[in-house]
């Protein structure tokens, strides 16, 4: 079928959500992630399941959640609209916070579990050196684990990217404003436009397909040659 308004604009706005969402999430995601593997305090597993919380929480309760906090009446939401004029709800940007808290749980094991995987013994020898711990961490740390992360952040884009739940209920079925893919298929299957929701059921498991595949070759482990 030809690209129409149906289709090229969730499409767009679904692009910008999952990217602003996967920018949130990475870069908290990597900062906890990064604490939680280099640092020892009781009750690090409790906050460790904390972080993977949304993984297994439904995205429906998580949206209610996001509308206590960030709703008009939440102390978020009531403090950013009194202060700054700043509304979430119903808005794009209350979809990608939604996007990010759902998939965020995706780039933050990923980016654990590389950073637990550098052997510390590359990092102490370049302290030997006179290296600083910002130093040590851009320059060996980072790299070394870097790999994982990219494969977790391409994950957390391609679960914001079909987020449904949260975002339906945080911010609504806007169409133009925050009608994303996954709710544009659920909105023409509804109206039995068939074939737009055929279209973007394809786009979105392509994009998702193509993502799956490339995180995958990420983590394959690399044979060094002789």
């Given at each position: 079928?030809?690209?129409?308004?149906?289709?090229?604009?969730?499409?767009?706005?679904?692009?910008?959500?999952?990217?602003?969402?996967?920018?949130?999430?990475?870069?908290?995601?990597?900062?906890?992630?990064?604490?939680?593997?280099?640092?020892?305090?009781?009750?690090r597993e409790l906050v460790d399941?904390?972080?993977?919380?949304?993984?297994?929480?439904?995205?429906?309760?998580?949206?209610?959640?996001?509308?206590?906090?960030?709703?008009?009446?939440?102390?978020?939401?009531?403090?950013?609209?009194?202060?700054?004029?700043?509304?979430?709800?119903?808005?794009?940007?209350?979809?990608?916070?939604?996007a990010a808290v759902v998939a965020?749980?995706?780039?933050?094991?990923?980016?654990?579990?590389?950073?637990?995987?550098?052997?510390?013994?590359?990092?102490?020898?370049?302290?030997?050196?006179?290296?600083?711990?910002?130093?040590?961490?851009?320059?060996?740390?980072?790299?070394?684990?870097?790999?994982?992360?990219?494969?977790g952040i391409m994950l957390c884009?391609?679960?914001?990217?079909?987020?449904?739940?949260?975002?339906?209920?945080?911010?609504?079925?806007?169409?133009?404003?925050?009608?994303?893919?996954?709710?544009?298929?659920?909105?023409?299957?509804?109206?039995?436009?068939?074939?737009?929701?055929?279209?973007?059921?394809?786009?979105?498991?392509?994009?998702?397909?193509?993502?799956?595949?490339?995180?995958?070759?990420?983590?394959?482990?690399?044979?060094?040659?002789?």
């Amino acid at each position: 079928m030809p690209v129409s308004q149906d289709v090229l604009v969730p499409l767009l706005l679904t692009l910008k959500v999952a990217a602003w969402a996967t920018i949130f999430a990475s870069v908290a995601g990597v900062a906890i992630a990064f604490a939680l593997a280099r640092l020892a305090f009781p009750g690090r597993e409790l906050v460790d399941a904390a972080m993977t919380l949304p993984m297994v929480m439904p995205p429906t309760v998580l949206g209610y959640y996001l509308l206590v906090l960030i709703g008009r009446r939440g102390p978020i939401g009531a403090w950013l609209e009194s202060n700054f004029g700043v509304t979430l709800v119903f808005s794009w940007q209350g979809a990608a916070i939604a996007a990010a808290v759902v998939a965020f749980p995706l780039v933050y094991k990923a980016a654990r579990a590389a950073f637990e995987g550098v052997d510390r013994q590359f990092e102490q020898a370049a302290r030997v050196l006179g290296k600083s711990e910002p130093e040590v961490f851009v320059r060996v740390t980072l790299p070394l684990a870097w790999p994982g992360i990219l494969a977790g952040i391409m994950l957390c884009f391609a679960r914001a990217l079909g987020e449904f739940g949260a975002t339906l209920m945080v911010a609504g079925s806007i169409p133009g404003r925050t009608q994303t893919l996954s709710i544009a298929v659920y909105e023409a299957v509804q109206a039995g436009k068939d074939d737009v929701a055929d279209f973007l059921v394809i786009v979105t498991s392509v994009v998702c397909v193509v993502i799956l595949v490339a995180s995958g070759e990420l983590l394959r482990p690399r044979r060094v040659a002789a």
